[in-house]
């Protein structure tokens, strides 16, 4: 059945290393997104991709990158350089100027 | 700047009544809204959208108003049941040229509790 997969539920960092969280769809949606929630606040947009091999910096992209070679796949990658990088990552996906966004169930991700 | 703002952190109702969740907003060039469900631990779910040529729009037990001029969405659920407890989230798309770019701004959440 259609849907949206992220993996793994929960991850930990070192300090210092680098971390991909994966994001997978197949609902065929041309456009990908990932958002990060922290305790008391909303979804915040760090990177989003509205066709394959694009995607452009949401409203906190610094400390992390994102990469887009199939439609179906929209990995995270939180660098070093995210100096608070303990959140909920979530992705999520929609198809073109349609606003609905289906989510994926998120990541966890926790600093040792 | 909190373009989308959901200044009450929590709800508390009984089951069988109303719940209400308001939402403000302060961008005049948000025209689409949308009210997602959150349970802990997973991803939002999509419950009802507006767009800025209607006032209302309903599914079932949930209705979304909407009062452009105040710049103001609410959320109605009735009656309000158990399983409706979950974390609530108003989001604002703004359309660019007739051109959708799907990207949505959330607020904060709403925790809402409905007791039995």
């Known amino acids: 059945d259609g849907g949206i997969t992220q993996s793994p539920k929960y991850l930990f960092r070192k300090e210092g290393q680098n971390v991909t969280l994966s994001c997978e769809q197949n609902?065929?949606?041309?456009?990908m997104y990932w958002y990060r929630q922290d305790p008391g606040q909303g979804l915040r947009l760090i990177y989003y991709?509205?066709?394959?091999?694009?995607?452009q910096k949401g409203d906190i992209a610094e400390g992390y990158s994102v990469s887009r070679e199939k439609k179906e796949s929209f990995p995270l990658t939180v660098t070093s350089a995210q100096k608070n990088p303990t959140a909920f990552y979530l992705c999520a996906s929609g198809q073109g100027a349609v606003e609905t966004q289906y989510f994926g169930p998120g990541t966890r991700l926790l600093v040792l | 700047d909190q373009q989308v703002k959901q200044n009450s952190p929590s709800l508390s109702v009984q089951e069988g009544r109303i719940s209400i969740l308001n939402c403000d907003y302060t961008?005049?060039?948000?025209?689409?809204f949308l009210w997602y469900k959150k349970y802990p631990a997973e991803g939002p779910t999509f419950l009802i959208s507006?767009?800025?040529?209607?006032d209302k729009n309903e599914d079932g037990r949930f209705t979304v108003f909407l009062n452009k001029s105040a710049k103001h969405l609410s959320l109605h659920i009735v009656p309000s049941q158990p399983g409706d407890s979950a974390v609530y989230f108003c989001a604002a798309s703004a359309r660019a040229g007739g051109t959708s770019y799907g990207k949505l701004t959330f607020g904060q959440g709403t925790i809402l509790t409905v007791h039995p």
């Open positions: 991709s509205q066709i394959v091999n694009d995607f």
């Open positions: 507006i767009s800025s040529i209607k």
């Open positions: 961008n005049s060039m948000f025209d689409y």
């Open positions: 609902l065929n949606h041309d456009a």
